[in-house]
Structures are given as C-alpha cells and as structure tokens.
C-alpha cells in the first residue's frame, strides 16, 4: 500500500515522520549511530532482506540523513554514515528508548538502555523545559502554526 | 506485508516502535494529546480511512495506551483519552517535532511548532543529558545491555 506523503504537511511531527517514520529506518539510524557502517552488518544486525535494507539506505542517503562514503579501511566497501541531519534524530531514539524502558519491559527483564559512556550510566530523563526553564507536562503545552525563522 | 515482531526485543527503542512505530500510530496520538477524542473528529483531522483509524486505535487500546470513556457530554458517543503510557509519548513527539522544525523546513515557511501554553513561546530544544548534568552528544551516549529495574 502506497502510504499518503505528508511531504508538504505543516506539522513538523509529520513532515519527519515522512521521512523517518519507517519503522525500519529509525532501526537502522539506531544501529548508525552505534558505529555500523557497512552494507552486510546492518542486514546482520537487523536479519532484515537485503532489498527492504536497500530500499532504506538509499532513501535516507536521498533525504540527507545518511551519506556513502569509500571503506575507511581501504577496502572496496562502502560505507554509509550519518550526516549531521542523522546524528541529530539522537533525541528521537532516546525519547523513543527511554519510553520503551519504564512501559515495555517488566521489572528486572534484561534490555538495551542508553547509557552515558564516560561512566557507563544511564542517561536523565528527557523532559520538556519551556523557554524560561519550567518543566512542562503533556498538558502545558500545544501544538500551533508558526512561521519557521531558521531552517538551522 | 506481516511485519516482523520486535515484541521480545531486547533494545528498549526497537521494543516501542513495535508497538507506537507505525506512522499513523504516532499521528493519532499527537491528535489525541491536542485533545481530539472522537472518532470522527480523527477521522477528520487525519483524512484516514474507517478501517485504518479503526484498526490503530484499538491497537493502542489494546497496548493500554489508550482507553475508551463514554463521552464526556453524555452522548452516545464513546470517546478515545490517553493512558498515562500514552501521555508518555510526549517527548518523542517533541524531538521528532523540533528535527523537523530544524531540517525539513526551509526558512520562511509556515509549520506547527510546540509551544509553551502559558506563554506561547517554542520549548527549550531538547538535549541529552547526563546524570551529573552534563550536555551528551551523539558519540558521547551508546546503547547496552542491562537489567531494567524498575518498569514503572
């Protein structure tokens, strides 16, 4: 089934979940961002078919999350990495792993968590701070149309 | 396409997608958590199909990330509220909403933005951070193995 595009949908959720909303791809950003590279250890990682990973990496390389590079070892591979487009989704899958923690797991079940690596623990929870530095509640805040000032 | 189950995965992030990963999962609840509770009201809002709608919700009913109330207003409606588990969700709404405010927009153009309802003013973009304070980056955090102590 071809999914509607919300490519020019003005809610931000939206427009990124068009573009990384595949299930897939925030698993293989996941694994680009603990250092795989390489074609055969993301299928080998993920045990996903070889053209549904090829769809992927091509479709984040075309959306800028992801470039190719030559093997960093000299060999004849290529090399997928993140952009700095990529490497910012961090918040994303943090949020995402932080949820699944304390709702997905039982007590005292083994799970891959985020940890800090200078002292191997684990991270803060992510809160939202309002501007003046008030922690917000889901209720405290709205969703609404602005005009984006700074693409970056 | 069946997809395949990540429920038993051991990684926190692979976990919560399974089950709030599909793009129109997150949608729903974003509508849901700008106070939508209607069935049709989502319908509306999303321009999604009966069966489509149908199948989501009862799929985050079932997650208990939703449940169902008779309507507020005593009518014979039956309205969709978030759990606690799905008012959780908040903060990976909100990273996925400021990486698209940040990369998927050009400068100039209008889009939805979260704000601060007391004072209409953007959030304070979300950062990593580490237990004792410190602003991690993406090398600075790595996903491990762990027993998850307490699941809330």
Known sequence: MKRKSLEGN?????????VIGDWWSLLIIRD?????RRFSEFQRNLG?????????????VDQGIMTVEAASDGSAYRE???TEKGKALMP????????????MFEPGEMGSVLLDVKNRRPLRKIELISE?????????????????HAAK
């Open 48 to 60: 996903l078919a070889k053209n549904i990973l090829s769809t992927r990496l091509k479709g984040m």
């Open 132 to 148: 003046d530095g008030r922690a917000l509640q889901p209720e405290d805040v709205v969703l609404s149309a602005r005009v984006i």
């Open 80 to 82: 997928y990495v993140l």
């Open 10 to 18: 003005t809610c931000a959720v939206a427009r990124s979940l068009d």
């Open 32 to 36: 680009a961002l603990g250092g795989i």
């Open 92 to 103: 994303v899958l943090a949020a995402l792993s932080q949820w699944g923690r304390e709702h």
